[in-house]
């Protein structure tokens, strides 16, 4: 028998044990969670899965799980509403992501994500570019992330529209098919080159978690490509051969060359020479996004600057031309 639809057996007032289906398979644990739990705000989601409330195959799991085809979901007894609904996504923001749109086809889209909203909400933020897509269109059976930008960091962003599809591009990423560039303004006359350097996550720093280059961390390569210099800053192109949290940011500042704009790992009188020259946020951008698509097309699409990064690399091209 193929299963088509997620099977469920329930006890009166106790838990639920939802089957995954081949289609369900691929999405994470906390999206699964919040399309049966409509009305549950995401920090009570997050809450559960960390107390060990929700069981996958009767163990515990993480909310990055992404969910297999036969998985069974132990999803605890959480009545709807039962806190402050989180706050919806205003229609400035859908507006404003639907417009940042660079290209859409039957399958997927890709949209220029603006820096400073994370591409989902949790850990103390009620919302994110998938949830304002979501809610901007309401009508969209499937909407999900093929994979992630860091808050900070505008540019290309690859969203799904069938699950499939969205199985069939995880793939394609997890092998390094995707051709991701950033643009990333960096500290100093520098004439970059490939940085391998392994990176652990979650380490402590007072009270604060940081990725940092360890002995035992993860594998993780970076290429940095000089595309103009200005005296004390570089303007680079860079290209992720790994995609580990916080990469090009960690791997600039082990080379000595921290990003312009980086409160976490870089430079204190560089970051301030820079805002005196109106720079407002971290200077990543991820410029290009190409991939051989599973129907055998191309997708290669640009994301430009955005208007604030432009004109600081205009004033500094005035002042170095």
Known sequence: MIRSMSQTSTSPG??????????????????????????????????ILRKGEVRVNKGRTQPRYRLRDGDVVRIPPVR????????APTE??????TDAILQEEKNYLVLNKPAGLPVHGGS?????VIEALRAARPEAPFLELVHRLDRETSGCLLIAKRRSWLRALNDLLSRGEFDKRYFALVRGDWDGGLVEAPLRRDVRRGGERVVE????????RTRFTPVARF?????????????RTHQVRVHAAHAGHP??????????????????L???????????????????????????LEPGLQALIDRLEAQHG
Do not use: C
């Not at 103390?124 to 994110?128: A, H, K, L, N, T």
């Not at 005296?231 to 995609?243: F, P, R, S």
């Not at 720079?279 to 430009?304: C, I, K, N, Y």
């Open 14 to 47: 106790g838990p639920r044990h939802v089957t995954v289906s081949a289609e369900e398979a691929g999405q994470r644990i906390d999206n699964f969670l919040a399309a049966r739990l409509k009305g549950v705000p995401r920090s009570r989601l997050y809450r």
């Open 80 to 87: 709807q509403g039962e806190e402050n609904a989180a706050p």
């Open 92 to 97: 400035g923001v859908q507006q404003r992501l």
């Open 124 to 128: 103390g933020v009620d919302y994110g």
């Open 213 to 220: 280059v360890r002995p035992d961390g993860r594998e993780a």
């Open 231 to 243: 005296g004390d800053a570089t303007l680079m192109d860079v290209i992720l051969y790994t995609g």
């Open 259 to 276: 990003l312009a704009g980086d409160e976490r790992y870089g430079d204190e009188g560089f970051n301030r020479r820079m805002r005196e």
């Open 278 to 304: 109106g720079l407002r946020r971290l200077f990543l951008h991820a410029h290009h996004l190409g991939v051989t698509l599973p129907d055998e097309t191309e997708l290669s699409v640009s994301a430009p």
